[in-house]
């Protein structure tokens, strides 16, 4: 791959992009063998145990779409600001560090799967925490690389040229540094260790996350359909002040069942209700601008992922978490596979389509090309039938995993009085185990969306120029 012609902000981008599609791959790869040893605990018992195939499936998801993330600002930053990358050799140097400890906590995660918890093994093997089992010396080290990014970011625009998205992005990658530190104090309180956890695994995206979405998103829809920067800018700014306003008074409905005090039951339960807003306003803001503009744009593929991204994050986010944390549900389903089932689509909907987006945007200018039209020579049959399968793979596992959480919620939690045999009983029952069993269907489904995704990106514009003709109006 000939990446001599891109500026060196693309350059470094194109690593990013290549690290988070193999590590999504490794996502759904661990993804399938956990789904498996649900349903058969005796597969690879001992060999690779289920708690090491969850682990590394939710790890290299948060990981893929951090790179995802990076590589897209990359890949704008020197288009957005004007000029050349500040400190690019310091930005290779982090991804090289970042890249290198990620392999590390992989591997360690593989071959140590079993050992005492104490000083020793938080610092160097598991940190104990869910979602965030990084050994500490990967937390500082995640923190470093996002403070270079930071810096990269933030003094190219301070050289270059200012504008409404490069200020909301710079000002949300203080608390993507930021807020990640919250994950890593230390108590014996467990109550106390929750709260500071739950601002990494929740607060870090939906704030931190969130906004950066915000960002790409304006930016791709004027690129992909030449929308007018002010009308992206201006949704921008009302997203910005809905996500803050609504998302991290929200968090408290993760404080319900952790030993805070009561008024987080009112607090919580409120604000959660109004993060679906701005949601609402991200789908509009698609809706809206691709109508006005009659769907004039040069990448198909990327303005299917962004209008995908719009939708998902909606219903994902929004509507499948407000479904069950107001306090009188969320007493029921809280630890079900109803929180697996948002989970899904939340992480899919919200965040993996905005990346995907990015990268097709980056796809043609990578071979050369101005963009992909609807006359490719194939018909560009890949990428539709990788959106289809992804997105009904992801819906599918979705409801298989509600039917699952909605049998929990009845049998363990209403009529077991969330006792361990209200537990077992709820496990063995055949609506959940054949909500397990069509999560594992839909789940072949989405790991063939995601190969052919990936021979998507690999091949696609790599025809004869004369075949690649720039098609400035959508199909």
């Known amino acids: 791959m000939n990446i001599n012609h891109?500026?060196?902000?693309q350059k470094l981008a194109v690593k990013y992009y290549i690290v988070a599609m193999v590590l999504f791959g490794a996502q759904i790869l661990f993804g399938l063998l956990s789904g498996m040893q649900y349903l058969y605990p005796k597969l690879?018992?001992?060999?690779?145990?289920?708690?090491v195939t969850r682990t590394v499936h939710i790890n290299a998801m948060i990981v893929w779409m951090l790179y995802g993330f990076i590589g897209s600002v990359y890949w704008l930053l020197e288009e957005e600001s004007e000029t050349e990358v500040v400190g690019l050799k310091l930005g290779t140097l982090g991804f090289w560090v970042l890249t290198s400890a990620v392999t590390v906590v992989v591997l360690v995660f593989l071959?140590?799967?079993?050992?005492?918890?104490?000083?020793f093994t938080r610092w160097f093997i598991n940190e104990g925490?869910?979602?965030?089992?990084?050994?500490?010396w990967a937390d500082i080290g995640i923190v470093v690389c996002m403070l270079i990014f930071f810096y990269n970011v933030s003094a190219t625009f301070m050289k270059g040229k200012w504008s409404g998205i490069s200020g909301v992005l710079t000002l949300d990658l203080v608390a993507l540094a930021g807020i990640y530190i919250a994950g890593m104090f230390y108590t014996p309180n467990i109550s106390m260790d929750q709260y500071w956890w739950w601002w990494v695994i929740h607060l870090w995206v939906e704030a931190t996350w969130e906004v950066l979405v915000g960002c790409l998103m304006a930016w791709g829809l004027m690129k992909v359909l030449k929308v007018d920067r002010k009308i992206v800018t201006t949704w921008l700014y009302i997203e910005v002040a809905l996500m803050f306003g609504s998302g991290i008074l929200g968090l408290g409905h993760h404080y319900f069942w952790i030993g805070t005090p009561e008024y987080w039951l009112t607090i919580g339960g409120f604000f959660s209700a109004l993060e679906p807003v701005p949601l609402v306003a991200m789908v509009v803001h698609a809706v809206y601008d691709s109508g006005v503009r009659h769907m004039k744009g040069n990448n198909n593929p990327a303005l299917a992922w962004l209008i995908a991204?719009?939708?998902?994050?909606?219903f994902g986010a929004g509507v499948w978490g407000f479904m069950h944390t107001l306090p009188q549900i969320n007493l029921y389903t809280h630890g079900t596979q109803w929180?697996?089932?948002?989970?899904?689509?939340?992480?899919?909907?919200?965040?993996?389509?905005?990346?995907i987006a990015m990268i097709y945007i980056a796809v043609p200018y990578i071979r050369g090309q101005e963009g992909i039209g609807s006359n490719l020579p194939d018909g560009g049959w890949k990428w539709k039938w990788a959106l289809?399968?992804?997105n009904m793979g992801v819906v599918g596992m979705t409801i298989a995993l509600l039917i699952s959480g909605y049998e929990q919620s009845f049998i363990e939690r209403a009529v077991g009085g969330s006792t361990w045999l209200g537990y077992f009983t709820a496990q063995i029952h055949p609506w959940?185990?054949?909500?397990?069993?069509?999560?594992?269907?839909?789940?072949v489904m989405t790991a063939a969306g995601i190969v052919l995704l990936l021979w998507d990106l690999l091949t696609i514009g790599k025809e004869p120029a004369s075949n690649q003709k720039l098609q400035t109006k959508s199909s």
Do not use: C, K
């Open 432 to 443: 959940f185990v054949q909500g397990m069993e069509w999560r594992m269907i839909f789940g």
């Open 309 to 314: 991204h719009a939708f998902g994050n909606f």
């Open 44 to 51: 690879l018992f001992g060999i690779l145990d289920f708690n």
């Open 111 to 119: 071959l140590v799967q079993g050992g005492p918890g104490d000083d």
């Open 129 to 136: 925490r869910e979602y965030i089992e990084a050994p500490r």
């Open 6 to 9: 891109l500026n060196g902000g």
């Open 388 to 390: 289809g399968l992804l």
């Open 339 to 355: 929180s697996a089932s948002h989970g899904h689509l939340a992480f899919f909907g919200a965040y993996a389509t905005i990346i």
